[in-house]
């Protein structure tokens, strides 16, 4: 069976510092991968999807960037935090042909 | 781009009551989907619907598509505290099943 992991679950960071959100999915080859934010109390928002290795499309400009290294590995970066990044991030993979989208636990990021 | 318009924002009902929250779209959907989300957590795929006019239920949920396919309703018959949550409604832009937008949720809050 297909499962997705996303670490860390809560991460607390200064302004100005990296970050570095990884998320992998088991089970399956190819899939689609997401990053979505979710701010308080808000709905969801694209920010990356990929249709394969190497291959980002940016939904959002900011100083966010996405990466996609092997075929189930999608890592979410940034060189320098900003207090407007602070959120709750979530990975998610779905299968081209197929009709549901599987999200990861999310992390919940804390920019101080 | 397409736009997802969730009501109402915040629901507080009394365990056993009905409720329904509704979903509308600034354009013709492809593919309506709803999610459901407990804080902090990632999201939980409810159901999908395609055609205009569709209707589909799991246990007591119950999700409609109108005919025009910009608005979709979610009804919860005899609400319970497990039903409690953030409900999402997110939709396919394009059609091409490669990626969704979100709706801003509902909280439903469920008084024993």
């Known amino acids: 069976s297909q499962t997705i992991h996303q670490w860390p679950a809560t991460l607390v960071q200064p302004v100005g510092s990296p970050l570095s959100l990884e998320c992998t999915v088991e089970?399956?080859?190819?899939?689609?991968l997401y990053w979505y934010r979710q701010a308080a109390g808000r709905g969801l928002q694209l920010l990356f999807y990929?249709?394969?290795?190497?291959?980002i499309s940016s939904e959002v400009p900011q100083n966010l960037s996405a990466s996609r290294p092997q075929d189930r590995q999608f890592i979410l970066s940034s060189k320098k935090l900003l207090l407007s990044d602070s959120g709750f991030y979530l990975c998610?993979?779905?299968?081209?042909?197929?009709?549901?989208?599987?999200f990861g636990s999310g992390t919940q990021l804390s920019v101080l | 781009s397409q736009e997802l318009e969730q009501s109402p924002q915040s629901l507080i009902v009394q365990e056993g009551k009905n409720l329904t929250i509704n979903c509308t779209s600034s354009k013709t959907l492809y593919g309506l989907y709803w999610y459901k989300q407990k804080y902090g957590e990632g999201l939980i795929f409810l159901m999908m619907?395609?055609?205009?006019?569709e209707e589909k239920s799991h246990e007591k949920i119950t999700a409609k598509l109108d005919e025009k396919k910009q608005q979709s309703s979610l009804h919860i018959t005899a609400s319970q505290p497990s039903h409690a949550g953030i409900y999402l409604c997110?939709?396919?832009?394009?059609?091409?099943?490669?990626?969704?937008?979100f709706g801003s949720g509902t909280q439903l809050t469920v008084l024993p």
């Open positions: 089970g399956t080859s190819n899939p689609n």
């Open positions: 990929s249709v394969g290795i190497g291959q």
């Open positions: 619907l395609q055609k205009g006019g």
């Open positions: 997110g939709a396919d832009p394009s059609g091409s099943a490669r990626q969704l937008t």
């Open positions: 998610a993979w779905k299968t081209d042909w197929s009709e549901k989208l599987f």
